[in-house]
């Protein structure tokens, strides 16, 4: 399951991620984190240390290597330096999965221990000096949508993603790469305004969308996020203590959060369970080529001086038993 957690700046949205991301390791389900925001608070919220989460490899520095390993043996890229961060995989490529080893992982994927099971960690990277004033978010998230385009993940294994602040994801396809999105909403007209226009650009994509209140102190706050949000609120996540105590820097057992909480955890857990079923391989496969056709005629085709719609696979859909026997054999 490819799962993403949004929301505005200060929602919470990297605190509720990090607990998603202990609830499932702690139930024993294999987990991949992606910290795809750039001020890359998802470590820490994982119980890194700064120093820890500093030294963490980024994605972006390793892409040339990425590329060459999931570009495989496809004979529709000439070489690595032909792809682009929404190259769509097709025969010959290189898939990933959730459960191996593979170099990618070897070259960008950290353990992370938890107090109740561990998880492996990716991280973009946040800006570097070279960065500033000539680089946006989005050159950094790129590898993010790349290896989510190449990834064959099952039922009961889960990648969860928590993402940039606000709607910037929208700027690249990434935002369609996943089988269900957890909004994160305070309950305040600025927490609300970032739900409706995710809503409003998500709509002719098919993105599953629920909406996770946060910070919700009492009736009335709970009252304004059902107004607002409608049948897509699923839950509400209370005050909480154990949270607190966290963002302080202690590291409180799992089992300790507030019971109302943990329950919150788990039915995020079935409602991203029950996406599964509603998964369309073809949909997932012909979105990623639409994106990519965009971005190869805004800027794909002059960078790499071809037209990168040639690298479009026609007859290849990821998820299908196709595709996991090509990506097994490349």
Known sequence: MKIAFVGKGGSGKTTLSSLFIRHLAAAGRPVIAVDADINQHLGPALGLTDDQAASLPSLGAHLPQIKDYLRGENPLIGSADQMIKTTPPGRGSRLLRIVEENPVYAACARPVALDEGSVRLLVTGAFTEADLGVACYHSKVGAVELLLNHLVDGRDEYVVTDMTAGSDSFASGLFTRFDLTFLVA??????????????????DFGVALRVIGNKVQGPDDLAFLRREAGDDLLAAFGH???????????????RTLEPANRAVLELLRHEADAAH??????????????????????????KAGIDLATQVDEEFVLGSDRAATAGAHA
């Open 277 to 302: 079923d509603r998964r369309d391989p073809q949909r997932y496969t012909r979105q990623a080529v639409q994106f990519h056709l965009r971005n190869a005629e805004s800027w794909g085709n002059a």
């Open 186 to 203: 305070e309950p305040t007209r600025k927490g609300i305004s970032v739900y409706r226009q995710y809503k409003e650009y998500a709509r």
């Open 240 to 254: 909480s203590e154990w949270v607190r105590r966290l963002e302080q820097g202690a590291e409180p057992p799992l």
